[in-house]
C-alpha cells in the first residue's frame, strides 16, 4: 500500500523514504523514455548496448574519483562500499569486450555524458555532500531495476550466459541485492545533516534522474540518426549484425564494416558534443 508522501523537508523521515518518495515520478519518466523502453521490451541493439555501457563508463570513472576523493569525508564515508558497489574495473572489461583492447581510443563520449560527468566534478569538489544523491541514484538502481536490465541485454544481444559483455551488471560481492539495499538505506539514514543540507540532496537526487534521462534521450536520437543515415539495402544487414556477438569472434571478412561502423557511430557521439 502507497504511503502518503510527507513533505520533504519533514525531518520526521528517514532520508532514504525521502528521496524514494521524491523521485518517484523522475523515476517512471527514466523507466519510460523511449530508450529505455525500447530496451525492456527487448529491442536493444548492439549500437545501443555499447553506447550507453560507454557513457556509464566515463560516468562511474567520473563518480568513483570523487568517492575516493571523500571517502573520509563524513558527509559520504559511511556510504563508501569499494568492493561491494563500484563499477569502474568492471566497466573496463565491459569496454574490451565491446571496443576491443583499443578500446580507450575507440569509445565515444557524448554531450549528455559529459554534462554528467561535468556535474558529478562540481559535486564531489564543491559540495561534497550532494555525492550521497548519486551513488543512489546511480548504485540502489543498478541493484534494482539494473538486474532485469542485465538479463535482457544478455538475451537479446545473444551474450554467453557466463556474464562476458554484461561485468556492469553484476556485483559478485553483493550476495542479495535486497539486504545490501536495506544496509545502505541506513547507512543514508544514519548521515546527520541539517534541514537545508537535507533539501538539497533531494533536489540533487532529482537532477541526477534527469541527467539519466537526458543521457538516455540523446542516445535515441544518435540511434535514430543512424538508422536514418543507413541506405535501405543495407539497413537489414546491419540489423542482422547487431545481433551478433562482440567483436574478436568469428570476424574473417567482417572485421571492414564493423570498423567503418564504429567510426560511423563514434563521429556521430562526436558531432553531438559541445
Ligand atoms: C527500464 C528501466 C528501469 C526499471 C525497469 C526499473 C525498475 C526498478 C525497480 C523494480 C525498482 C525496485 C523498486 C522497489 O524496491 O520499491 C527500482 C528501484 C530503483 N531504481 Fe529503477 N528502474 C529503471 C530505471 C532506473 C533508472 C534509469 C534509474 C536511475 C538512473 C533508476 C534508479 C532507481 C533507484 C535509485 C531505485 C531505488 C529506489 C529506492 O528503493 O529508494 N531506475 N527500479
Redesign the pocket.
Known sequence: MEHPQQPEDSMSQDL?EA??AA?REV?SQ??NSEF?KN??KGQVTRDGFKLLMASLYHIYTALEAEIEDNKENPVYAPLYFPEELHRRAALEQDMAFWYGPRWQEAIPYTKATRRYVRRLQEVGRTEPELLVAHA???Y??DL??GQ??KKIAQKALDLPSSGEGVAFFTFPHVVSATKF?QLY?SRMNSLEMTPEVRHRVIEEVKS??LL?IQL?EELQELLTRDTKDQSPSKAPELRRRAGSRAQGEGLRGRRLPWALREGHMARLAASSVS
Open positions: 532514504s528521496v524514494k523521485s523515476h527514466a523507466e529505455m530496451f525492456q543512489y541514484t546511480r540502489l538502481g534494482s531495476g532485469v536490465l539495499k538505506r541526477s534522474f539519466n538516455f
